[in-house]
């Protein structure tokens, strides 16, 4: 292998290797939130409501109670009977995060959704969720 062939080959694995290590690292910032959204739904799946309502942010809780979000779960069994979440974007902005994807229940219904989390005492918490529709929307 000539010296040119080294170089090159060294500064495109240096290159991917350094790309690699950035996208670890976001992973990694991005972590929280989403272990916590996937508590939240273990909670949902196994628990009674009641202790899942009081895990979400104090934020959501004084704005939802827990009756609605009750009738919300019927609505929407993904959250409820889930069986995958899969987030295609994250952002984290300090005490903030917001998680864009899907969540996909046991009998294969996908609900796409946005959530936004909140950092309260050191934990990451709900603070609202939003149900996205798909498609093109009009707006006048």
């Known amino acids: 292998m000539s010296k040119t062939t080294t170089i090159v080959l060294a500064v495109v694995g240096g290159f991917a290797g350094f790309i690699a290590l950035i996208i670890t690292i976001a992973f990694m910032a991005t972590s929280g939130p989403v272990k916590a959204v996937e508590a939240e739904l273990e909670l949902l799946k196994s628990g009674p409501v009641q202790e899942a309502y009081e895990a979400l942010a104090t934020g959501f809780r004084e704005t939802v109670p827990q009756s609605d979000f009750e009738r919300f779960l019927a609505t929407y069994p993904s959250f409820t009977k889930n069986q995958k979440v899969s987030f295609s974007s994250r952002d984290v902005s300090g005490d903030e995060s917001t ?8 009998d294969g219904g996908v609900t796409p959704v946005q959530i936004r989390l909140v950092k309260e005492n050191g934990a990451w918490r ?3 969720i939003e149900i996205l529709t798909s498609g093109i929307q009009v707006i006048d």
């Open 99 to 106: 998680l864009r994807g899907t969540l996909t229940d046991t």
């Open 126 to 128: 709900i603070l609202s």
